[in-house]
């Protein structure tokens, strides 16, 4: 469990950019089981989450398309909201940060770790809002 104190600024910094915070399994579950899109960021405190998860699924909702509903949770600090976020995006491994896209609450995009290291917050939101264009 990450100390509050760290985690509040990388929290604040989707939260200003209109994401919501998802604390409990109950949220997780309630805002998948509503229509039309949800996307999920599972945040984290490493270097690739602030360098360009972060940045990217931000960016990516800045676009002509974008989910009905963009949330988060954090990883190391919402235990049961990222365990029952993850539960929803099997059959990919855990992963954090995460960036999932949901359609009818069904897992319909998902961008691990591994797509996401290496890569610029502009290709992740290109990633991200192509999935938009067919999902939302």
């Not at 990388?10 to 579950?29: I, T």
């Not at 360009?52 to 960016?59: E, F, N, S």
């Not at 989910?67 to 976020?85: I, L, Q, R, S, Y």
């Not at 591994?114 to 610029?120: A, D, F, K, L, Y």
Request: contains cysteine.
């Amino acid at each position: 469990m990450y100390p509050e104190d760290i985690v509040k600024p990388m929290r604040q910094q989707l939260v200003d950019a209109g994401f919501q915070e998802l604390h409990s399994a109950d949220q997780v579950d309630q805002i998948l089981n509503e229509n039309g899109t949800t996307l999920i960021m599972v945040n984290s405190v490493c270097g690739c989450a602030a360098g360009t998860a972060r940045p990217g699924a931000i960016l990516s909702i800045q676009g002509e398309k974008s989910p009905n509903h963009v949330t988060t949770v954090f990883a190391g600090v919402d235990t049961e909201a990222v365990n029952k976020a993850r539960e929803h995006m099997i059959p990919f491994p855990p992963s954090s940060p995460a960036i999932a896209l949901f359609k009818d609450g069904e897992l319909v995009h998902m961008l691990e770790r591994h797509h996401i290291e290496g890569r610029s917050a502009e290709m992740i939101a290109e990633n991200l809002a192509g999935a938009y264009q067919e999902f939302c």
